[in-house]
């Protein structure tokens, strides 16, 4: 595995969502990292319970902001060498692509999440 230092390009997997950043401290078991783009966007609904929508709390969640600052698991975080995207294009681009996987099967649990996805889109791209 390549060490990961401070001001290294990471792709880092944080909660649900995937992102590009810059690692700015070492804080122990966990780096933190400040974002510069969206990879893959966090997943809707209640992760206690995937795929369900009654008796559960439907989260909607929103993608890390740019340059928003995030302490991720070492564990959850890799070199990236590719060149960093803009955040806007990749959180549109994260956003595309999670909504094609939505709409690929039609589920309560994907229409759920599809309208919290869209609701979020309208917040991200006013």
């Known amino acids: 595995m ?3 230092k401070i001001d290294d390009t990471v ?3 944080y909660k649900t969502g995937t992102y590009i950043g810059k690692v700015k401290e070492d804080r122990g078991s966990k780096f933190l990292v400040e974002i510069l783009a969206v990879h893959t966007h966090p997943a809707q609904g209640d ?6 929508t009654e008796d559960v709390f439907f989260h909607q969640r929103k993608a890390l902001a740019h340059h928003e600052k995030a302490n991720v698991d070492k564990q959850a975080v890799h070199p990236y060498d590719d060149e960093i ?4 294009k990749s959180l549109e681009e ?3 692509k999670y909504k094609e996987k939505l709409e690929r099967r039609d589920t309560e649990f994907n229409q759920k999440a599809l ?12």
């Open 85 to 88: 995207p803009d955040y806007t």
């Open 47 to 52: 992760l206690h319970n995937p795929g369900q």
């Open 115 to 126: 309208t919290r996805l869209q609701d979020l889109e309208k917040q991200y791209f006013k």
């Open 2 to 4: 390549d060490e990961v």
């Open 94 to 96: 994260a956003v595309q």
């Open 11 to 13: 792709k880092a997997f």
